[in-house]
C-alpha cells in the first residue's frame, strides 16, 4: 500500500510517500480501508519537530483520524462490522496510508444520509466543538465571541452556538474567512488582523459573555478583555503559536471563570455521535475548504501552515 512517512522533522518536505506493507488486523482489531484521512494543526507541528503534546518517535507514518470501510476484522470482533463505513483513530500514528489496523472498539459507524467526508471533518472538530458548547454552559441571549471562527471547530462553533439562541460574533484573519463565519450564522464577523477588532467588537455588543478561543497569543488576551463578571473563556487552540496564557487570578480579579473542558473516552465518543447525528439531519454543515491527495501529504502540512486555509483539510486516499 502506499502510506506517507516522516522520517526526520523538518518542513512539509519531508513527509514522503512509499509502499509500505499492508497491516493485519490482530486481536480486537479491524482492518479499514482508507477514502479520507483528518489532518490537524497539531501534526504540522509535531512534523516541524515534535513542537505538540508528545514527541513521535521517527520513522512514522502521520495521522489520527480517518474514515472508510472495514474490510476484514481480528479475533474477537464481530464480523458484521465488515463492510460498514467508519470513522475512528488510530491511535496516534499510522493515518497517512490506504489502509490501517484500528482498534474495533473505537471505530463509530457513520449514519446513513451523511457523507463520508463530513463524517471525518467531524470526527476531532466535532466531538471538540460540541464537549466546548457543553463545558461552556452557553445560554439562549448570551453574547458569545469565536475566535479562529472560519477553522474546523470554529466553523462548527458558530453554527452550534447560534442553534443555541446565542448572539455570536466571529472573529476571523482575512475577508474571505469573515465572509465565511457570516454566512455560516454569525450575527458579527470581525477581522481580527484589524488593530481595532476589539473595539469594534465592543461597539457592536457592549462586551461579550463567552470566549472561546482558537488563537491564543494578543489576540486571546484582547478576548479576555471583552469579558464581563460572570464571563466564561475556553481555549481550544494556539493558532498564533501561543496558548492564551491567562494567570488565574488575573480572571478572579475580573469575575472571569477559564473553564477547561474535561470528558472522559465515553463522553468523548458520545460528543462524536452527537456531531455526526446533527450533521446527518442537516443542522450541522462541516466546511471542507481543502482536499488533497495522499502523494501531497506535503502541500496540505504547507497550506495549513500559511494560514490560507478554511474550515477542515482532508486527504482524500482513494474513491470506495
Known sequence: MRAVWLKEFGGPEVLVVAETPDPVAGPGQALVEVAFANITFVE??????????FRPELPMIPGNGVG??????????????VGRRVIGGTGGSGGYAERVAAEAGALIEVPDGLDLDAAVALLADGRTATMMLRAAGVRAGERVL??????????????????AGAEVVAVAGGARKVAL?????ADVAIDYLEPDWADRVREATGGVDVVFDGVGGAVA?????????????LSFGLASGQWASIPEETAAERGVSLVRAQASPQEMRGFTESALAEAAAGR????IGQRFPLERAADAHAAIQSRATVG??????REL
Request: no cysteine; proline share 3%; net charge positive.
Open 181 to 185: 463565519a457570516r454566512d455560516l450564522g
Open 44 to 53: 504540522t507541528q509535531l512534523r516541524a519537530g515534535g513542537a505538540g503534546p
Open 68 to 81: 472508510g470501510v472495514v474490510t476484514s476484522v481480528g479475533a474477537g470482533v464481530d464480523g458484521a462490522l
Open 312 to 317: 477542515k483539510t482532508l486527504l482524500e486516499v
Open 284 to 287: 450541522l454543515r462541516p466546511v
Open 146 to 163: 469565536v475566535e479562529a471562527a472560519a477553522g474546523g471547530v470554529g466553523t462548527l462553533l458558530v453554527q452550534l452556538a447560534a442553534a
Open 221 to 233: 488576551h484582547s478576548a479576555f478583555g471583552l469579558l464581563g463578571r460572570g464571563g466564561r473563556m
